[in-house]
């Protein structure tokens, strides 16, 4: 009985590793089968319920439901189904103890850390289940949370305004930037969307584990959330192995269906995590947020798992890039790669708003999610290759336009900062040159071209690559492997 009620409250298990296909899930059995559909459909209807609600009590009111007839009857219902949820669980709890296999993880869950921490994890690594139940593997000192105390009138990204118009600015910001702005700006951490990405994501997660040997953890950060790792190593596999290449993700992105598979199939040790509110991690991702995260995953790259910041690259995709940076610009790791990444995430939000929202997208931009790669990448001095791809339909702002992609401004910030005495002539011809592709800058015949301009060209080979693709499709080994051998031969600029 006490196995029983131990087994109401443990979490759902997904898969057992290497038991059975890959593509394969654990499947309950009986009791515990029916009850886990009943509890998990009266979790989703209370989810929609939870975000319909308004729209629910408005149609109520008006139709004039609130009696005491009808309150009455709702009460009957509310007490049934939880009479029904309470009995769910316990025959839940009565079918896992019943399975062998569940009692098997249950077990593994229950290890005691403090006796062998490593069994334990080696234990549990076996499933995979819900991750809110998972031990914490790795943590940094706690800070104290002020983010509440903060008051959003301190910064002010329209201060030419008249202040009660800069006050309504400022309020409507806060407003949209915390009900809806960060959700489309992030929308990986949208419920709705984790939740239709789940089977991708779970099977994608498999096949890190199945295919790669990937070691999963929980970090947690010093304001609190826990993010969701992912390690391959292979070191003792390959000469390559002893480079690890941590992993960005876009703003859609996550480490099971990212980025991270291409360099683990390359023969580099790989570490992925999720942005705060992807997946498993918590929290939201403002910029506080991912730098707490990316700063607990990169001391547990080097605290837990063994690497010297040397030995590590960063690898950014899309929006992953400014955490990628921020990394570069805090630890002196051996090298930075940007893939399809902007340099202000300010240009691309007024171009997709009304122009009569543009003090808006401003203020919500400046002040609560500023995302200004360009300004981090400039206080950065080690190696670092931008990739363009050449038909970008997210980071251009006309589609098809090379000339409007948005990683040329950052190329160009770059260059302009590390060669601050570069004569004017070399600058306008780097601006005129930088929206040609490759194959084009190839092409230029060097006895029909001045001295300044072939100067720019090789300024622009050196620090970017182009790509012949849209933004989201994946880059191919080889082409990772020459990129990122660019960079490991690339010397370190002084600051």
Not at 186 to 213: C, K, M
């Amino acid at each position: 009985m006490s196995l029983a009620w131990k087994c109401m409250f443990t979490p759902r298990l997904y898969k057992i590793y290497r038991d059975g296909p890959k593509d394969s899930q654990y499947q309950p059995q009986g009791l515990e089968r029916w009850t886990d559909k009943f509890i998990s459909t009266a979790n989703t209807l209370f989810g929609i319920g939870l975000y319909t609600s308004p729209f629910i009590c408005m149609y109520v009111w008006r139709r004039g439901f609130f009696s005491s007839d009808e309150a009455k009857f709702l009460v009957q219902c509310f007490g049934g189904i939880s009479c029904l949820l309470i009995i769910s669980l316990a025959l839940r709890g009565m079918g896992r103890a019943m399975n062998p296999k569940y009692v098997a993880f249950v077990n593994a869950l229950n290890h005691p850390q403090s006796q062998d921490r490593k069994a334990m994890l080696e234990g549990i690594r076996k499933y995979d289940f819900e991750f809110h139940a998972w031990p914490v593997t790795f943590s940094v000192p706690q800070t104290a949370n002020t983010a509440w105390l903060d008051n959003p009138f301190n910064r002010c990204a329209n201060p030419e305004l008249a202040p009660y118009k800069r006050v309504l600015v400022q309020s409507l910001a806060y407003l949209a930037t915390h009900v809806f702005g960060l959700r489309l700006i992030y929308p990986g951490s949208v419920g709705l969307i984790n939740h239709v990405l789940w089977t991708p994501i779970f099977q994608g997660r498999a096949h890190l584990v199945e295919s790669f040997d990937g070691k999963r953890a929980k970090i947690r950060t010093a304001d609190g959330n826990h993010i969701d790792t992912m390690f391959v190593d292979n070191r003792s596999h390959a000469v390559k192995g002893r480079w690890l290449v941590v992993c960005c993700e876009g703003n859609s992105g996550f480490y099971e269906v990212g980025i991270m598979t291409t360099p683990a199939k390359a023969g580099y040790s790989v570490l992925g995590w999720n942005h705060p509110g992807f997946a498993g991690s918590t929290g939201q991702p403002y910029p506080s947020q991912e730098h707490n995260a990316i700063d607990a995953v990169i001391q547990y790259a080097i605290s837990e798992l063994g690497f010297q910041p040397d030995d590590i690259v960063m690898y950014g995709w899309s929006i992953g890039g400014y955490t990628a940076t921020w990394a570069a610009v805090n630890y002196p790791v051996k090298g930075l790669i940007l893939d399809a990444t902007f340099d202000d995430l300010l240009p691309l939000a007024e171009h997709q708003m009304p122009a009569s929202w543009s003090l808006l997208v401003k203020e919500v931009v400046r002040s609560h999610v500023d995302l200004n790669i360009a300004e981090l990448l400039v206080q950065y001095h080690g190696p670092v290759q931008l990739v363009r791809r050449t038909e970008d339909e997210i980071i251009c702002l006309r589609q098809g336009h090379l000339a409007t992609n948005r990683g040329n401004n950052l190329l160009v910030r770059l260059i302009e900062s590390r060669y601050r005495t570069m004569h004017s002539n070399t600058r306008d011809s780097l601006r005129r040159l930088v929206v040609l592709n490759d194959s084009q800058r190839a092409a230029i015949n060097y006895t029909t071209v001045n001295e300044y301009e072939q100067r720019a060209i090789r300024l622009i080979g050196t620090y970017m690559r182009d790509l012949k693709s849209t933004h989201c499709a994946p880059i191919s080994e080889q082409q990772f492997e020459s990129i990122i051998e660019i960079v490991l031969n690339m010397p370190r600029q002084a600051a």
